[in-house]
């Protein structure tokens, strides 16, 4: 009956805000009673490079939309084919992921960067303007997909209908899912498959009759959402906007409400995934502009935009970035450090919401303390640093800015001060001169299902929190506020606390001043000798478990010598924790005769370069990146 | 293939312009599978080429199976007049996992039938630290061994062979390897049990009483000049007659048709040819001499290091003071050689002395010595 489809339903979900109209797709069961497709629309243009004409399109002929769905469920593929069908891109075997540019997207198969798209078709007669708003799926990027979901008066939602214990897919149970878990009909579902093109173009046709037009009105003032920006090293930063109210052209003064500052309009247009340059844009529609901002910073996610000396109600929801997970850089030879500047610099011109401030380590030198969003924010722009930049890079645990109150006068008069900033372990004063420690904290907010307040609690204990709040702000869901102590959150936590709500816990925080701390300087000894760059500052409750951790990669990473090592975590002259590297007892090639004699020459001359560049620590031979291994943020997976 | 290594044999004899053949050996695989007639083909051509003095040391490497009573009278009416039988272990199951095809008692068969024809001249392979073996299952096959062997015995570390099953089985998983301390202890007590009874360990695997010393052996770890006949063969001699100075290390070309081949054109299959400088030669003078019981005689070295001394090279340096306070390393009058310990430990010495020895080399010249 139904030719084989590997992906079911196209779904519109209804929208809370704006349209009160549901937007649902009708379901048609058989593919058969589907009218033949027809590519036939008119274009307003007849040649690239003509600046197009958006006037043609009343507000009553556009539709924004998105498109949803989990990892991997064929977001992209669907994309590729509405793309190829309203004739937006030639349809050709090598459509893969148009709109994913990056080739950090490519090979993880996300979409980092939401792209968006106009595509024109022509249906009953009408030419219609649909906007599709790709976005990013993952949560670390809830902010970005909040603000373009807000241009959107409809969205797809896209379910996979393959199970992988069977060979076909089973549309029909994956319909009664979404019944029960969206409370939309089967019927309304779509059955499509994106990658042979089956039943796209119904698709695209619901989206004209269910999607309702943006209710906008071009005679209002300009008033355009700004929801992502990119840095074109020629043309500066532009900004992907969605008109709410008015209209914009080259020339016009545009003010931004959040900095205030004042910018000429160079150029306006759409992106069919590309930028085409337009003469105006309308309110309701989607697209480009540039003016002159220097800095993607200028052009923030969320912001609104209107004209000179007409101000008006900034759209709600506009946030400033707030990072979550943080990384100690470092260039993995000092010599790289310049190239790794530039690179780190040229990917945050693309990149607002990460967080950069200049760092140094003993160990590792000079490098950068970098904020991300989540964790796989910062994987993605690793990834891309060495991808696009050929820049590699150490990632490690950061430091916090620690506080001491001298009681030692020698010392305060060497300071200039009572209380004073540690944030180099070696500079740590010792307890005898020091009245106080202090640590930075934060107030934290977590908002989450009811589910999972236990899992959650228990996290927070874990990181040493101290419970302030815990309140229900409605039926299923809880706001829980701790103060939180610096260092235990800016490694994995966000990742942790999202992980254990599958995705639904929020977290947010604010600086919360500094609190007294039971801090120790954990030295690490090797036979007895401290070394100096792998010294910490901890919290006297986790100095065991740090201490056993550094001691068991050290011992990894410390090749056999002659004679015994002893690896030690000491608090003062207090150990805590040890490893030994055994003693080599035989070291000496079985066979040595003709054949034999130029190989174990090449290796015996290998390993004495490598004996001249290690770093000696007493009598303890230790190779260069024995720190390196030991100071490196190991990987959450 | 006879022809080719005769061929071969002439060819660089003559390029080396060296007179005299102190010893031949004939190894690598399974030579045993050779006939008797490519021995004696081949040794002729070498008298032929220099002086092949009567008693110098030709040796023959056999594996049990192929060595019947009969085939080794044949060798040793060809020229042979010692034999190295690789038995490897006195264990059949230890045998199998070897990919051996011999057993224990066709090893011991062979061991006999060649103590007759080669008295005094035979020498046995055995192989320790194989998964499942212990202390004391190793001591027990060396003990049985000993009673029944010649002057000379090798005893090797198991090495795994990329390829091999045995390595696809450990790492895997399937075969434990003994720990590391357990294996230096069967070196251990098998190195005293031999002196215990009479064998002087005079390198790193070679004990041999009754002064039955392996002379072919020994020049390797004393530097003195070789030629490889054969494909994959090594060799270090001076091409002389091309008016070189500078010894050269060279490799016969693997593949034994393509070997057949370039011999047949061009007399010799040499795959490869490094000219070795100065400082290689005495960095190979150092790794090979310091695993022989008498390590480096001053003399010895003198005949490669012309002006430099062992005490110029070695003698202020921190670091091998510290391995001589250790009790590893002996600088005196005789020379420099390892101790009874540090013999054990030479690879880890081996590195500070080549840094040592690169560093006076490049200072030689700054007279800061």
């Known amino acids: 009956m139904l030719s084989r489809v590997t992906r079911a339903a196209g779904v519109g979900v209804r929208l809370r805000r704006v349209c009160n109209a549901a937007a649902l797709l009708c379901c048609q069961p058989c593919m058969e009673k589907c009218p033949a497709a027809h590519v036939v629309f008119s274009r307003p243009y007849s040649s690239q490079k003509e600046k197009l004409d958006m006037s043609i399109f009343p507000v009553e002929n556009i539709r924004n939309f998105s498109i949803i769905a989990h990892v991997d469920h064929g977001k992209s593929t669907l994309a590729d084919r509405l793309l190829e069908i309203t ?54 990027f809830s902010y970005e997909v909040s603000r373009s979901l807000s241009a959107c008066q409809g969205v797809i939602l896209v379910v996979d209908a393959n199970e992988i214990d069977l060979k076909n897919a089973d549309p029909e149970r994956v319909e009664k899912q979404i019944e029960k878990l969206f409370d939309i009909s089967k019927d309304e579902c779509i059955r499509i498959s994106a990658k042979l093109g089956t039943n796209v173009e119904k698709v695209l046709q619901e989206v004209i009759e269910k999607v309702p037009p943006p209710s906008v009105n071009i005679s209002d003032p300009l008033k355009a959402l700004v929801f992502d920006s990119t840095f074109d090293h020629y043309r500066g930063v532009i900004a992907n906007i969605a008109l709410f109210g008015g209209e914009v052209q080259k020339g016009h003064k545009i003010v931004s409400a959040h900095t205030r500052k004042t910018y000429e309009v160079n150029e306006v247009g759409i992106l069919t995934p590309n930028e085409q340059p337009t003469h105006k844009l309308y309110a309701g529609q989607v697209g480009y502009l540039i003016a002159g901002m220097k ?40 010599s790289e450090y310049n190239n790794l500047k530039s690179a780190i610099e040229k990917l945050t011109l693309n990149d607002s919401s990460v967080t950069v401030h200049r760092d140094s380590s003993l160990a590792l030198g000079a490098g950068w303390r970098l904020g991300f969003l989540g964790l796989l924010h910062l994987e993605v722009f690793n990834q891309r640093l060495e991808q696009e930049y050929n820049a590699s890079v150490i990632l490690t645990a950061p430091t916090v800015p620690y506080k001491a109150v001298l009681s030692s006068a020698k010392l305060i008069k060497e300071h200039g001060k009572e209380e004073i900033t540690v944030i180099n372990p070696a500079e740590f004063p010792d307890k005898s001169s020091v009245s106080e ?59 942790a606390l999202k992980s254990l709500s599958s995705g639904y816990a929020s977290f947010d925080y604010e600086d919360a001043g500094y609190q007294a701390a039971d801090l120790v300087k954990m030295d690490i000894l090797l036979n007895g000798n401290s070394v100096e760059e792998l010294g910490t500052v901890v919290h006297k409750d986790k100095a065991y478990a740090v201490g056993k951790a550094m001691c068991e990669r050290l011992k990894d ?24 590297v055994k003693a080599y007892r035989k070291n000496v090639l079985a066979k040595c005769y003709g054949g034999d004699i130029t190989r174990k020459m090449k290796l015996l001359k290998r390993q004495a370069e490598g004996k001249k560049k290690m770093r000696k620590i007493g009598s303890v031979e230790v190779p260069k990146d024995a720190f390196i291994s030991v100071l490196k943020r190991q990987s959450e997976k | 293939m006879r022809s080719c290594l005769t061929r071969e044999a002439q060819t660089l004899i003559r390029l080396s312009q060296v007179q005299r053949i102190s010893s031949v050996f004939f190894g690598g695989g399974t030579p045993s599978l050779a006939s008797p007639l490519t021995i004696a083909a081949v040794l002729e051509t070498v008298s032929r080429c220099a002086h092949l003095a009567a008693d110098a040391e030709i040796t023959l490497e056999a594996n049990p199976t192929s060595a019947g009573a009969l085939r080794l009278s044949g060798f040793r009416a060809s020229g042979v007049n010692r034999l190295s039988i690789g038995i490897q272990s006195l264990d059949d ?3 199998r996992l070897l990919g051996r095809n011999h057993t224990a008692d066709e090893a011991l068969g062979t061991l006999e039938e060649a103590k007759k024809l080669f008295p005094g001249r035979t020498s046995v ?10 202390v004391s299952s190793w001591a027990r096959g060396l003990e049985e061994l000993l009673q029944l062997c010649d002057d000379h015995v090798s005893l090797y570390q198991l090495t795994l062979e990329r390829g091999t099953s045995l390595f696809k089985q450990v790492q895997r998983g399937s075969l434990p390897m003994p720990k590391q301390e357990v294996v230096a202890e069967m070196y251990e007590s098998a190195r005293e049990m031999l002196r215990d009874i009479g064998f002087r360990q005079y390198e790193v695997s070679n004990f041999a009483r009754n002064g039955a010393l392996s002379t072919h052996n020994l020049s390797y770890w004393q530097g003195s000049q070789y030629i490889g006949i054969g494909p994959g063969a090594h060799g270090r001699f001076v091409p002389r007659a091309r008016g070189e100075s500078l010894r050269e290390a060279r490799i016969q070309t693997l593949e034994p048709d393509s070997w057949m081949k370039e011999v047949l054109a061009f007399g010799h299959g040499t795959r490869k040819r490094t000219v070795l400088s100065q ?15 008498t390590g480096i005689t001053h003399q010895h070295w003198q005949q490669f290091a012309a002006s430099l001394s062992l005490w110029d090279m070695f003698g202020s340096s921190e670091e091998v003071k510290e391995l001589e306070d250790q009790g590893l390393l002996l600088l005196d009058n005789r020379g420099l050689r390892c101790s009874w310990k540090g013999l054990v430990v030479l690879d880890s010495l081996l590195l500070t002395l080549l840094n040592q020895l690169q560093q006076s080399w490049a200072d030689r010249t700054a007279h800061r010595i």
Not at chain 1, 111 to 118: D, G, H, L, P, W
Not at chain 1, 315 to 327: D, R, T
Not at chain 1, 452 to 469: F, M, N, S
């Open chain 1, 295 to 334: 800095e993607v910073t200028e052009a923030q996610i969320g912001d609104t935009l209107y004209l000179h000396k007409q101000p008006v109600e900034p759209l709600p929801g506009f946030k400033s970035a707030k990072p979550m997970v943080f990384a100690g850089m470092y260039p993995v030879d000092q």
């Open chain 2, 93 to 95: 199951v230890e045998l």
């Open chain 1, 557 to 580: 990473a410390i090749p056999k010598q002659l004679f015994e090592i002893a690896i030690q975590a000491a608090l003062g002259s207090k150990v805590i924790a040890r490893e030994t």
């Open chain 2, 125 to 134: 392979d055995l192989i320790f630290g194989l998964p499942g073996q212990s």
């Open chain 2, 279 to 293: 400082l290689e030669v005495l960095e190979e003078v150092l790794v090979l001499g310091l695993r022989t019981d």
């Open chain 1, 437 to 495: 420690y202090l640590e930075p904290t934060i107030l934290g907010t977590i908002i989450t299902p009811d589910d999972y307040i236990g899992k959650i609690i228990t996290l927070c204990q874990t990181r040493r929190a101290v419970q302030k709040d815990m309140v229900y702000i409605d039926e299923h869901r809880v706001m829980l506020k701790y103060i939180f102590p610096l260092n235990e959150i800016v490694v994995d936590f966000y990742d």
């Open chain 1, 87 to 140: 004739g937006t891109i030639a349809k050709t075997d090598q459509n893969k992921q148009v709109l994913d540019k990056l080739q950090v997207e490519r090979e993880r198969g996300i979409t980092v960067k939401a792209q968006t798209a106009s595509l024109f078709y022509s249906y009953e007669g009408m030419n219609y303007l649909l906007n599709l708003i790709d976005t990013p799926g993952h949560v670390d």
